[in-house]
């Protein structure tokens, strides 16, 4: 759900240097969706436009961690009302892709690192979103939305066994891709990436993630833009491969 803007990257409370390393073997690089792949907050937006009543007060008592998304979830689903075709249409006007995201994939396709979007959110507007931007072919897992009628909407929770507070459980997801990836990067900004990010070797943080980073002491780069992704990853593969030779 929500996230909070950051300023320019320092790395805290590691240095990019130590906070950055190969194992060698497969990387897998994972990307949160609302305020990262997709610098708007989707979820967000959709509950402004498409909720029949205020949800404020849902999401006041999710961001201070009183429920978890998945009973946020279920709160919301018989207030919002909205047909497919109005829906599509509304997120392909207001997405917002990071101009810098693009070349974040095709960086990593040539290393041969696996991209995989984790999203609490749902995966109607993220799949609207990839073939809107042209990126099909990117593995995402979501809240999966379904379309009713008279404009009912309804939410399925495929990945939330893992976690019982979770709608989307990014943790299980990501523990689970241990077994085929010898690193894991880990890229986000908000509450739903703050458990996940203490599974991976590596994490890029801004907004909510990044201050809890600092808080819980779990090492990270701060960054602004999948650019400063494609920098640091570029120089530790550079070193990699320099202490390889």
Same mark, same amino acid.
């Given at each position: 759900?929500?996230?909070?803007?950051?300023?320019?990257?320092?790395? $805290?409370?590691?240095?990019?240097? +130590?906070?950055?390393?190969?194992?060698?073997?497969?990387?897998?690089?994972?990307?949160?969706?609302? +305020? %990262?792949?997709? %610098?708007?907050?989707?979820?967000?937006?959709?509950?402004?436009?498409?909720?029949?009543?205020?949800?404020?007060? /849902? $999401?006041?008592?999710?961001?201070?961690?009183?429920?978890?998304?998945?009973? =946020?979830?279920?709160?919301?689903?018989?207030? #919002?009302?909205?047909?497919?075709?109005?829906?599509?249409?509304?997120?392909?006007?207001?997405?917002? #892709?990071?101009?810098?995201?693009?070349?974040?994939?095709?960086?990593?396709? !040539? #290393?041969?690192?696996?991209?995989?979007?984790?999203?609490? +959110?749902?995966?109607?507007?993220? !799949?609207?979103?990839?073939?809107?931007? $042209?990126?099909?072919? /990117? @593995?995402?897992? =979501?809240?999966?939305?379904?379309?009713?009628?008279?404009?009912?909407?309804?939410?399925?929770?495929?990945?939330?066994?893992?976690?019982?507070?979770?709608?989307?459980?990014?943790?299980?997801? #990501?523990?689970?891709?241990? *077994?085929?990836? @010898?690193?894991?990067?880990? /890229? +986000? @900004?908000?509450?739903?990436?703050?458990?996940?990010?203490?599974? *991976? @070797?590596?994490?890029?943080?801004?907004?909510?993630?990044?201050?809890?980073?600092?808080?819980?002491?779990? *090492?990270?780069?701060?960054?602004?833009?999948?650019?400063?992704?494609?920098?640091?990853?570029?120089?530790?593969?550079?070193?990699?491969?320099?202490?390889?030779?």
């Amino acid at each position: 759900m929500r996230s909070a803007p950051t300023n320019r990257k320092t790395a $805290d409370p590691a240095d990019s240097t +130590g906070a950055l390393s190969f194992r060698g073997g497969r990387t897998l690089a994972v990307c949160d969706f609302d +305020g %990262t792949v997709c %610098t708007v907050d989707m979820g967000n937006a959709i509950l402004n436009r498409f909720s029949r009543t205020k949800w404020e007060e /849902i $999401d006041r008592a999710y961001c201070a961690r009183e429920i978890g998304s998945l009973t =946020a979830y279920r709160m919301l689903t018989p207030i #919002l009302r909205g047909s497919r075709k109005g829906m599509a249409d509304f997120v392909r006007q207001n997405a917002r #892709l990071d101009p810098e995201f693009p070349a974040f994939v095709r960086f990593c396709r !040539e #290393l041969g690192v696996d991209v995989m979007i984790l999203s609490d +959110g749902l995966d109607f507007y993220i !799949e609207t979103f990839l073939e809107q931007f $042209d990126l099909q072919g /990117i @593995d995402y897992y =979501a809240n999966r939305l379904s379309f009713g009628k008279e404009d009912a909407l309804d939410i399925d929770f495929p990945y939330s066994s893992e976690c019982g507070s979770c709608g989307t459980c990014k943790s299980g997801i #990501l523990l689970r891709s241990r *077994a085929e990836y @010898d690193t894991v990067v880990y /890229i +986000g @900004d908000g509450f739903s990436d703050i458990c996940p990010a203490r599974e *991976a @070797d590596c994490v890029f943080a801004k907004g909510v993630l990044y201050e809890a980073c600092l808080r819980n002491g779990t *090492a990270c780069i701060r960054y602004e833009h999948f650019g400063d992704v494609i920098d640091a990853l570029q120089a530790a593969w550079t070193l990699r491969e320099a202490r390889r030779s």
